[in-house]
């Protein structure tokens, strides 16, 4: 009973985080994001099955050899999907010590807590498995033999080698994240938790950069061979399913075909067999490695549970020269008012030091170098064609990953650090919130604007040339500057000091804001192509943008609404049914 309470404890920490807002939870965004998984399985399902429906003379062959490109994308969605359920919640997937600040001094033994913590880990891993592999292991199987001549077995085997696969291959990639940071801390000991953060923002950015340029590297991945196909985790469980399923499929009877089909036919089969003699050696591959990740993960868990964590105790760290250098640099030159250098550094310390800001940061960085490796890509195609023609869409990068960085800081804006700091706020408070928030902006400039504009220089300079890279970084910098001027012009919450509050109508207006801002971006980047041909429409452009970056600060200047006492809470009670 008491290890049923326990993990029942557990299993509600995954959803609710009273460290953001004493009265805000995760259900409603984890209710949206499994809704979205089964949508986007029963969408993917039918739109690339839909295809056999409609293929003429459909035959074993042809069927199996475009069913094998559909199994790979759907185990590849399985893995890299549950890799980033397993970081994403990182910091839970052991007991830490605020667990232990908590169930420590009750008469508990420690087994029973590893065993509830372990418990409710094994649950998240399936249920999100399962969210993201059961529409498309029940419909795309029995679509795919739908016009062929198949038994009442044949549906049924199909449907349950897709479960099992896909949820071996999702529960794999879990347990190897799971089993890389339990092995990191029996290894590293207390030195775990230097490296902690920096190594999960790193495992963020790859993972989804690997899931939104999976579309653009299907095909080549499952021609891999030899070491390239040892190395990719799917194309074991691809192994696995053909030499489960494939013949379930590649020994029906052939009917008769027209020539040409006939001959269609006989090439695709041909084509699948070599696939398949590629990749059935390495289905071993797979059993081995789901059962050594989950020995490992479970092993190393035990092992770093023999005792439970001590509470940290903080300790007065070092201080560098560098550091300290630049430190005073920015005092100095940015943020010379105490009220925004408050602003200023703990901004920067939020972005890089909080874990729920750090992976929404890092997300965005994910999602931004992808887009911009496809951009870019596209964009030195065209130029390589033509060098002396600068297409419009050479302005299109910068401006994305700008708004995708900006659009992730507006929403770490609204969690705070600590939500136990909001008194300390409210008894240290000076009454100049507009001095606070020029803080923030500095930082943003700082942390996120500056770091966009210096990476993407060298591209820019390869493809615009000097003097139009140099302008168009100059954009961005002021595009950003009144980005950030509209977004705070009339904030009545202290950017993270307040207590959280989900976005109302979320389901309703993400669709809209992203689809607007796309239209907005492109007519953005075909204003700035025009305005950068010469220096003096380049003005014009650049005193607008610093217009609307500088009238919000002075209406702001005549507001007291960040100075009361509402600037600190999002009303309470109200938040989970958005009634606010």
């Given amino acids: 009973m008491r290890e049923q309470l326990l993990t029942r404890h557990f299993l509600e920490r995954f959803l609710e985080n009273d460290l953001v807002s004493p009265d805000a939870d995760r259900h409603a965004a984890i209710a949206m994001v499994s809704g979205g998984f089964l949508t ?4 993917v399902s039918v739109l690339i099955s839909v295809q056999f429906l409609f293929m003429p003379f459909q035959s074993p062959g042809r069927t199996a050899d475009l069913a094998l490109y559909h199994r790979f994308f759907f185990i590849a969605i399985s893995t890299i999907v549950m890799a980033l359920v397993a970081v994403a919640t990182w910091d839970a997937l052991s007991i830490d010590p605020r667990d232990t600040a908590i169930l420590g001094p009750l008469p508990i ?114 021609r891999a061979d030899g070491y390239a196909a040892r190395m990719l985790p799917p194309l074991w469980f691809l192994g696995l399913q053909e030499a489960v399923a494939g013949p379930l499929i590649t020994e029906l009877p052939v009917r008769e075909l027209p020539p040409r089909f006939k001959r269609a036919e006989d090439a695709a089969a041909a084509h699948y067999r070599t696939n398949v003699a590629r990749l059935k050696p390495l289905a071993g591959y797979a059993v081995v490695a789901s059962i050594a990740s989950l020995l490992l993960a479970i092993g190393s868990y035990y092992w770093n549970s023999r005792e439970l964590p001590l509470p940290l105790v903080g300790s007065r760290a070092s201080k560098f020269r560098t550091r300290r ?65 600068v297409p419009a869409s050479a302005f299109l990068t910068q401006t994305i990953v700008l708004m995708i960085m900006l659009g992730g800081f507006r929403h770490v804006m609204r969690v705070p650090a600590d939500i136990g700091g909001n008194k300390l706020f409210r008894l240290a408070w000076v009454g100049n919130g507009e001095a606070f928030l020029a803080g923030v902006r500095r930082a943003a400039l700082v942390g996120v604007v500056l770091p966009v504009v210096i990476l993407l220089l060298p591209t820019n300079l390869y493809l615009l040339g000097g003097t139009k890279a140099l302008m168009h970084s100059v954009s961005g910098l002021l595009l950003a500057a009144a980005f950030l001027s509209v977004l705070t012009g009339r904030s009545t919450n202290l ?58 600060r002075l209406a702001a200047d005549r507001g007291p609404w960040l100075d009361l006492p509402t600037a600190f809470d999002v009303p309470a009670g109200t938040t989970r049914l958005d009634l606010g």
């Fill in 325 to 389: 250098f630049l430190s005073r640099a920015a005092t100095f030159a940015l943020v010379r008012r105490p009220v925004s250098q408050a602003g200023f550094f703990l901004t920067l310390h939020c972005l890089f030091r909080s874990a729920p800001h750090r992976v929404v940061m890092s997300g965005c960085s994910a999602v931004s170098l992808a887009i911009a490796i496809l951009l870019l890509a596209s964009i030195s195609r065209s130029v390589a064609r033509d060098p002396s023609v």
């Fill in 495 to 552: 950017p993270f000091v307040a207590s959280y509050g989900p976005t109302p109508d979320l389901n309703t207006l993400g669709p809209a804001v992203l689809i607007g801002g796309f239209f907005g971006i492109s007519i953005f980047s075909g204003i700035e192509h025009y305005a950068l041909s010469d220096l003096s429409t380049a003005a014009m452009f650049w005193g607008a943008l610093l217009a609307v970056a500088v009238v919000p």
């Fill in 109 to 222: 033994p420690r087994a029973v807590i590893v065993r509830a913590k372990l418990r409710a880990v094994a649950i998240v891993a399936v249920g999100a498995s399962l969210a993201i592999s059961a529409l498309s292991s029940v419909l795309h199987p029995v679509l795919t033999v739908a016009n062929l001549p198949i038994g009442l077995l044949t549906p049924p085997a199909l449907i349950l080698a897709h479960l099992a696969v896909t949820l071996g291959a999702g529960l794999f990639a879990f347990a190897s994240i799971v089993a890389l940071r339990e092995l990191l801390r029996a290894v590293l000991g207390a030195r775990f938790s230097r490296i902690s953060a920096h190594l999960q923002a790193v495992l963020i950015v790859l993972i989804v950069t690997s899931l939104l340029l999976l579309p653009a590297t299907l095909v080549r991945a499952t």
């Fill in 40 to 43: 986007l399985g029963l969408f």
